[in-house]
T-cell receptor, first 117, second 115 residues
Framework: GAGVSQTPSNKVTEKGKYVELRCDPISGHTALYWYRQSLGQGPEFLIY????????DSGLPNDRFFAVRPEGSVSTLKIQRTERGDSAVYLC???????????????FGPGTRLTVL | AQKVTQAQTEISVVEKEDVTLDCVYETRDTTYYLFWYKQPPSGELVFLIRRNSFDEQNEISGRYSWNFQKSTSSFNFTITASQVVDSAVYFC????????????FGTGTQLKVEL
């Protein structure tokens, strides 16, 4: 079946603008994650949804970042007043909860490359 | 807090050589999961393997093998008879049961396999 999809693949914006990044998880996966990957680094956790609710948002760097998943499927990561330091690849992943959630492998999308000029 | 260390930033080998990628982890949890992901130049992370902390059996899958040693907190990855298509960045990662279900990644090892 289809994997995790993310749109847009690339986003260029100006400092101070608002952006939305979209993630469409694998069908049936109730858990959804957002990570951010800076150049030369490993992905860093931002937020995790179980169903519609954010189960852990401890990785969001500040209150300019917000994410929603209103129907328990597609998720949108929203960044307000973007800064040059927000430039990175934003990765989305999903996992199933069959057999319990802990440690289930997470399947990643291709990412959205965000560039803030 | 948990941590994953991949001390090798970049490794270059000639095709058909064997190569081992090192991974050392830190956690106070007794139950945890270890992962390896591959990130080819296309950028998409590809899941390779998951081990839980109670299963120290080594695993072999084709040319890939993994050595998990709790005594040294290591989860090393060996590619036998490397091929050019193995060129990628490889990430080791950790999930601890006391920390939600988020992956903590190492900084990755860039593997270059040349002809």
């Amino acid at each position: 079946g289809a994997g995790v999809s993310q749109t847009p693949s690339n986003k260029v914006t100006e400092k101070g603008k608002y952006v939305e990044l979209r993630c469409d998880p694998i069908s049936g996966h109730t858990a959804l994650y957002w990570y951010r990957q800076s150049l030369g680094q490993g992905p860093e956790f931002l937020i995790y949804f179980q169903g519609t609710g954010a189960a852990d948002d401890s990785g969001l760097p500040n209150d300019r970042f917000f994410a929603v998943r209103p129907e328990g499927s597609v998720s949108t990561l929203k960044i307000q007043r973007t800064e040059r330091g927000d430039s990175a690849v934003y990765l989305c992943a999903s996992s199933s909860t069959s057999g319990g959630l802990k440690g289930n492998e997470q399947f990643f999308g291709p990412g959205t490359r965000l560039t803030v000029l | 807090a948990q941590k994953v260390t991949q001390a090798q930033t970049e490794i270059s080998v000639v095709e058909k050589e064997d190569v081992t990628l090192d991974c050392v982890y830190e956690t106070r949890d007794t139950t945890y999961y270890l992962f390896w992901y591959k990130q080819p130049p296309s950028g998409e992370l590809v899941f390779l393997i998951r081990r839980n902390s109670f299963d120290e059996q080594n695993e072999i899958s084709g040319r890939y093998s993994w050595n998990f040693q709790k005594s040294t907190s290591s989860f090393n990855f060996t590619i036998t008879a490397s091929q050019v298509v193995d060129s990628a960045v490889y990430f080791c990662a950790l999930i601890v049961t006391g920390g939600g279900n988020k992956l903590t990644f190492g900084t990755g090892t860039q593997l270059k396999v040349e002809l």
